[in-house]
């Protein structure tokens, strides 16, 4: 072991060239191309399976948490954008449900436009809507496609090494986004980051499942899960692992899969659950964090309990963060700023941050990786890479006032006024 | 074009290294592992199973097709492990195990549902328990590095860890596409587009709340019933619908009628596999091509289920509960082979000496073995032409078209598997090649490890 080796010189041939490259078709890579492209920018989105959503469908995390605060008696709104236009867009399929969301929520209006804290999609809709919504925009699609490595100069990436049955290929892009999740394609760029290796504070795996022929009218009135139509979508086997470690990413999937057929058995004793059958599991254990990369300003802990408001504010994080109160707990406010600066890299250029990489202390990523204030970031990310292709700047010189103009304009929210 | 270096950090050692967790991959790697190989097995996803539980209908085909040949004796072909994983299906409650067909056995004469969720937690679990087996998922093979014109030295793999390197004496290539042998010297033909011999790509999807005895008596009504079977489902005490097949078309027109429709079922109202939709043919080789692909059928699952709620009773509840993780391919490279199977070597069921196997099934309505009799695989079907450590299983072996209409499917995949698996830890252990190893010894293994032979 350890011997290292070094793979003969090849020649890789260059399959595109694009204003803006996006690694990761989860949801923070759906929005941040759509974002992208919509303001003008050449954008290809990269994914590795034949499918879009990442978390939300090949994890079957099947709910967007995070669209307002529930705090009564004023609390708003703080994602829309893109988010909200994509709950529109399934939910006129019929594919969104606000009951039974794994949480008590308040109703909203969805016909008008409001969404609740948190919203139950129909993963297979998901999947029919968000390619319309990425090809109607634009975006080239690679699919069944890895992202291998960045490729860089003079600490400034100039595209990715990709690898998909066509055998492997470079795409060069003015700008990369790194919507990885574990921020593979940044970490090979060596920007600086940090991983919990501390099991007793990161974040565990979690294989989330699904079941059908569940008898309605006899469940309990309470019932932990997520209700899709006559299905139930709920938490299988947890396991604590480091997500960046392929050894322990099959442990864990073999340990969660293990404890998932436990779990069922139990929920099976539950009324109207006896006759309930697995219909799936997830594609891909549900990793909740691995890397989180140092930017040019670093999200603390009490800038979000405290509401800090920042000038280079991109979007609005509303979600409770576990970590600090030690359960589930909304801030004592409406939200807290996300700062420009938290998805722009340290040390490397033309590169930024989208999703559950970007750089925060652990108590303000709980919250921002949540899907809901995860599209705003992304939303926000996808306009600065195609403004900054208009303006011919790298990431860190862009006008801010121009993004924030911009953003306002394509209805994300960045203020609580 | 770019010149790119890549630094690669852990070596991994083995005897032998099987690429692909799919039915022909997995079960290779549990022979080589039970023959007494330290065995590696590389696998993209984080399950095994590959197109058995992602693109297929379920397993069919362990028995000849006898019901449509009065004399024909009814034969169990495949056996050996792919029997055990029936086996350990049946009591995880995951299969309903081999049952008949009742109408369209001229096609399937015994059907082998399985549950798909089941068959992921059953073949981790069997993986497990095999000391010699080291099992990695979420991993990719991203290039081949040879030792010299037609010896592997090892693959290069891609997973969260980064690239590392993987060091055998002896590869089993059952990627479905011959990834890594394609790489390493061997002779193959890459069959797309409009040539002869190329398919088209399909998307299976599931379909929950069906009334399925509803929908079986409208089907009969209509007379465009196709394919059915009943069977006992896990779980449950009387007999329900397994198996449905239509041919809507004859009743129906429109641009989203399904032009083919075979469905089976695991579970209480549900069709567990839908198998009605197609793209193609392409180059399923081709990054832009898979794409396409994925988009178009991925619409079309939607349109199809709009039409079957509209038309078709009992379906009017019914939604879509899930798709196949990927399209599923049924044809890339043909690797050419010390023997290919001849067209009339199938027809005719004829026998080899070195067979590793027998098979029966030919997914062409056009074409039946003799009699409903079966045809033997030669161990030279497995070995590539110019590669000296590697074997190939699976769907990348037959150049003929309709030999590969019957070799490419799932039960003969795994009779393949077991063999070429059985045969790169023999070649270990003794320390040969696997064009000298000696079929004798390998059939002799083989019938002690349960494997059919007439």
């Known amino acids: 072991m350890m011997e290292f080796i070094e793979e003969p010189k090849r020649k890789t041939p260059v399959t595109g060239e694009y204003d803006v490259v996006v690694v990761g078709g989860g949801v923070a890579g759906i929005v941040s191309s759509i974002a992208s492209a919509r303001n003008g920018a050449r954008t290809a989105l990269i994914e590795q399976y034949g499918f879009?959503?990442?978390?939300?469908?090949?994890?079957?995390?099947?709910?967007?948490?995070?669209?307002?605060?529930?705090?009564?008696?004023?609390?708003?709104?703080?994602?829309?954008?893109?988010?909200?236009?994509?709950?529109?867009?399934?939910?006129?399929?019929?594919?969104?449900?606000?009951?039974?969301?794994?949480?008590?929520?308040?109703?909203?209006?969805i016909d008008k436009g409001e969404l609740p804290y948190s919203i139950v999609f129909d993963p297979e809709i998901f999947k029919y809507v968000v390619n319309k919504m990425v090809l109607e925009s634009g975006v080239k699609l690679y699919l069944h496609t890895y992202a291998l490595e960045a490729i860089i100069e003079n600490k400034s990436v100039k595209g990715v090494i990709i690898h998909n049955k066509s055998g492997r290929q470079a795409i060069l892009g003015n700008i990369i986004i790194d919507a990885s999740g574990d921020g593979d394609i940044a970490a090979s760029a060596g920007a600086p980051f940090v991983i919990d290796k501390d099991s007793g504070k990161r974040m565990a795996m979690t294989q989330m499942f699904r079941l059908a022929n569940i008898?309605?009218?006899?469940?309990?009135?309470?019932?932990?899960?997520?209700?899709?139509?006559?299905?139930?979508?709920?938490?299988?086997?947890?396991?604590?692992?480091?997500?960046?470690?392929?050894?322990?990413?099959?442990?864990?999937?073999?340990?969660?899969?293990?404890?998932?057929?436990?779990?069922?058995?139990?929920?099976?004793?539950?009324?109207?659950?006896?006759?309930?059958?697995?219909?799936?599991?997830?594609?891909?254990?549900?990793?909740?964090?691995?890397?989180?990369?140092?930017?040019?300003?670093?999200?603390?802990?009490?800038?979000?309990?405290?509401?800090v408001r920042f000038d280079d504010v991109i979007a609005i994080s509303s979600n409770p963060v576990p970590a600090y109160y030690g359960y589930r707990y909304f801030f004592n406010h409406l939200g807290f700023d996300v700062p420009y600066r938290c998805v722009v890299p340290k040390e490397i250029d033309n590169l930024l941050?989208?999703?559950?990489?970007?750089?925060?202390?652990?108590?303000?990523?709980?919250?921002?990786?949540?899907?809901?204030?995860?599209?705003?970031?992304?939303?926000a990310v996808g306009t600065a890479a195609a403004l900054c292709i208009k303006s011919g700047v790298i990431p860190r010189e862009l006008n801010i006032r121009e993004l924030q103009r911009v953003l306002k304009e394509q209805n994300a929210v960045i203020s609580r006024e | 074009?770019?010149?790119?270096?890549?630094?690669?950090?852990?070596?991994?050692?083995?005897?032998?290294?099987?690429?692909?967790?799919?039915?022909?991959?997995?079960?290779?790697?549990?022979?080589?592992?039970?023959?007494?190989?330290?065995?590696i097995l590389v696998e993209k996803n984080g399950f095994l199973g590959g197109t058995a539980i992602n693109g297929a209908t379920g397993l069919h085909s362990f028995f000849n097709i006898y019901k449509p040949f009065p004399r024909a004796p009814k034969v169990q072909l495949v056996k050996g492990i792919p029997q055990e994983i029936v086996d350990e299906l049946v009591k995880a409650g995951g299969s309903t195990g081999h049952i008949e067909m009742e109408e369209g056995y001229d096609f399937v004469s015994i059907l082998t549902p399985v549950d798909p969720e089941v068959f992921k937690m059953?073949?981790?679990?069997?993986?497990?328990?095999?000391?010699?087996?080291?099992?990695?998922?979420?991993?990719?093979?991203?290039?081949?590095?040879?030792?010299?014109?037609?010896?592997?030295?090892?693959?290069?793999?891609?997973?969260?860890?980064?690239?590392?390197?993987?060091?055998?004496?002896?590869?089993v290539d059952c990627s479905g596409d011959g990834d890594v042998v394609s790489k390493a010297g061997a002779k193959f033909r890459h069959i797309k587009g409009e040539e002869e011999g190329a398919y088209g790509v399909g998307l299976t999807?599931?379909?929950?709340?069906?009334?399925?005895?509803?929908?079986?008596?409208?089907?009969?009504?209509?007379?465009?019933?196709?394919?059915?079977?009943?069977?006992?489902?896990?779980?449950?005490?009387?007999?329900?619908?397994?198996?449905?097949?239509?041919?809507?078309?004859?009743?129906?027109?429109?641009?989203?009628?399904?032009?083919?429709?075979?469905?089976?079922?695991?579970?209480?109202?549900?069709?567990?596999?839908?198998?009605?939709?197609?793209?193609?043919?392409?180059?399923?080789?081709?990054?832009?091509?898979?794409?396409?692909?994925?988009?178009?059928?991925?619409?079309?699952?939607?349109?199809?289920?709009?039409?079957?709620?509209?038309?078709?009773?009992?379906?009017?509840?019914?939604?879509?509960?899930?798709?196949?993780?990927?399209?599923?391919?049924?044809?890339?490279?043909?690797?050419?082979?010390?023997?290919?199977?001849?067209?009339?070597?199938v027809l005719e069921g004829r026998s080899f000496p070195d067979e590793i196997g027998r098979f029966g099934f030919i997914d062409n309505p056009n074409y039946f073995v003799k009699d409903g009799g079966s045809y033997g695989i030669p161990y030279r079907c497995l070995v590539p032409i110019g590669v000296k450590n590697c074997l190939v299983a699976g769907r990348m072996i037959s150049l003929d078209f309709v030999v590969h209409n019957s070799t490419r499917n799932t039960?003969?995949?795994?009779?393949?598997?077991?063999?070429?698996?059985?045969a790169a830890a023999l070649c270990v252990l003794e320390n040969t090649e696997p064009a000298k190893l000696s079929s004798k010894l390998l059939r002799e293994k083989l019938a002690e490890d349960g494997a059919y032979f007439e």
Not at chain 2, 139 to 165: A, D, Q, Y
Not at chain 2, 306 to 334: E, M, Q, Y
């Open chain 1, 52 to 109: 879009l959503g990442g978390t939300a469908t090949a994890g079957l995390m099947v709910s967007i948490n995070g669209f307002r605060n529930q705090r009564k008696p004023n609390h708003i709104q703080t994602v829309r954008g893109i988010a909200q236009e994509l709950v529109l867009r399934m939910h006129q399929l019929g594919g969104v449900y606000t009951k039974n969301t794994g949480y008590e929520q308040e109703e909203f209006d």
């Open chain 2, 411 to 422: 039960a003969c995949c795994m009779v393949q598997g077991q063999a070429a698996g059985t």
């Open chain 2, 1 to 39: 074009m770019m010149e790119v270096t890549f630094k690669i950090q852990n070596q991994y050692d083995c005897d032998v290294c099987v690429i692909g967790g799919g039915t022909a991959g997995f079960v290779s790697a549990l022979a080589s592992a039970r023959t007494g190989a330290k065995t």
């Open chain 2, 122 to 171: 059953v073949a981790l679990k069997m993986c497990e328990k095999e000391p010699n087996l080291n099992l990695m998922l979420h991993t990719s093979v991203i290039s081949t590095v040879l030792k010299e014109e037609g010896k592997i030295e090892g693959i290069v793999i891609n997973s969260k860890i980064g690239l590392e390197f993987i060091k055998a004496k002896m590869f």
């Open chain 2, 205 to 345: 999807f599931r379909i929950g709340n069906v009334d399925l005895e509803e929908s079986v008596n409208f089907l009969r009504r209509e007379n465009i019933l196709t394919q059915l079977a009943r069977g006992i489902k896990p779980g449950d005490n009387r007999e329900s619908i397994v198996r449905i097949g239509a041919k809507f078309s004859e009743k129906f027109k429109g641009e989203d009628v399904p032009r083919y429709f075979l469905a089976t079922s695991i579970r209480p109202n549900e069709l567990t596999h839908v198998n009605c939709i197609g793209f193609g043919p392409l180059d399923s080789l081709s990054r832009d091509d898979l794409t396409r692909a994925e988009i178009i059928l991925r619409e079309k699952v939607q349109k199809t289920l709009n039409w079957l709620k509209t038309d078709i009773p009992g379906f009017s509840d019914s939604f879509v509960s899930g798709t196949s993780i990927s399209v599923g391919v049924r044809r890339t490279r043909a690797i050419e082979c010390l023997y290919n199977l001849s067209r009339e070597d």
């Open chain 1, 353 to 379: 941050l989208a999703g559950r990489n970007i750089s925060m202390e652990q108590a303000p990523f709980q919250s921002a990786r949540s899907m809901a204030p995860n599209m705003a970031i992304a939303q």
């Open chain 1, 215 to 307: 008898d309605l009218s006899r469940t309990p009135e309470k019932i932990h899960g997520i209700l899709i139509k006559n299905t139930y979508v709920s938490w299988g086997g947890s396991v604590d692992a480091i997500g960046t470690d392929a050894e322990d990413l099959t442990r864990a999937e073999i340990e969660a899969r293990e404890k998932t057929w436990e779990k069922i058995e139990e929920i099976k004793k539950m009324p109207g659950f006896e006759d309930a059958f697995l219909i799936e599991t997830a594609t891909h254990i549900g990793v909740r964090e691995t890397r989180r990369f140092i930017g040019e300003y670093m999200l603390k802990e009490s800038d979000a309990i405290n509401d």
